[in-house]
């Protein structure tokens, strides 16, 4: 259940609760966040028989360009779940949900948001063994990854804002993967949400935690971090979360033709 937040109360997720697969959903309301979380082990994916009938050509032709089967098989899994979960706002099955690109806010080209006729807004990642889907009434993105080794750190580092350069580079040494991966993945979400994905430098905006002089998140948008076990994930929301959000995991089994 969703509660009412006091302004002034740090946005923290509801308690993870498992969620049956659904059938029916209602588009999140103002100051919303519906998150689907699909955990995809190894041996699952390894022997899963997956129903494609839903995908459109331009899905088969991604997931036939993958050359290893559990890369194949991830993708198949996300977008199959995808289409679950949009059939489910929609009222629709889910081979008739339409995925098209909005343009791209840096260039115009057709490469910007993803979206769905119809239905609310929505980002879709996937990464670490999972799928993390994002569901609101205003734009929208999610991302997620696992922390990387701490050999790499301090040059991957440099790509990001200079106070979160120094934010990761101030943490202990064993902590810094796990420091960069969260602003990695509060960027991604970020400049997912604003549809820009990489077409816009991840140093010109800052995600960290903040200080007296420097806020926490860009103008206008909400960042939140996902609890996602070892693996890093955060969404980002135009405007204010005034609701507390849960994450709803699913059975992968549910997925199974």
């Known amino acids: 259940m969703q509660l009412p937040l006091d302004p002034a109360t740090t946005l923290r997720p509801g ?17 919303a966040l519906d998150l689907w979380l699909l955990r995809l082990p190894g041996p699952w994916l ?3 028989a997956l129903d494609e009938t839903p995908l459109d050509g331009q899905e088969r032709a991604r997931a036939d360009a993958f050359a290893h089967p559990f890369d194949r098989a991830g993708y ?4 199959l779940t995808l289409r679950r979960i949009l059939g489910a706002y929609l009222d629709a099955a889910p081979g008739a949900v ?14 910007g948001r993803p979206a769905a006729p119809g239905a609310p807004s929505f980002s879709l990642a996937r990464g670490a063994g999972l799928v993390l889907i994002g569901v609101a009434s205003t734009p ?3 991302a997620a990854e696992r922390p990387p080794g701490v050999h790499t750190v301090a040059e991957a580092a440099r ?13 202990p040494v064993v902590r810094r993967p796990a420091v960069h991966s969260r602003l990695r993945v509060r ?5 997912k949400g604003l549809g820009a994905g990489l077409g816009r430098s991840p140093a010109l905006d800052y995600v960290g935690n903040g200080g007296p002089d420097t806020p926490p998140w860009p103008a206008g948008w909400t960042i939140v971090d996902v609890p996602a076990g070892t693996a890093s994930a955060a969404a980002a929301v135009r405007g204010r979360l005034t609701v507390r959000y849960d994450v709803r995991r699913l059975d992968p089994e549910g997925l199974a033709a």
Not at 15 to 26: E, K, M, V
């Open 15 to 31: 308690q993870a609760a498992d969620a049956s697969w659904p059938t029916a959903l209602d588009t999140p309301p103002a100051g």
């Open 46 to 48: 390894g022997t899963a």
């Open 76 to 79: 198949v899994a996300a977008h």
């Open 98 to 111: 339409a995925l098209v690109r909005e343009a791209c806010p840096c260039c115009g080209g057709p490469h």
């Open 140 to 142: 929208v993105g999610v």
């Open 159 to 171: 790509s990001l804002h200079p106070a979160e350069h120094r934010e990761v580079m101030a943490a």
């Open 187 to 191: 960027k991604h979400a970020y400049l």
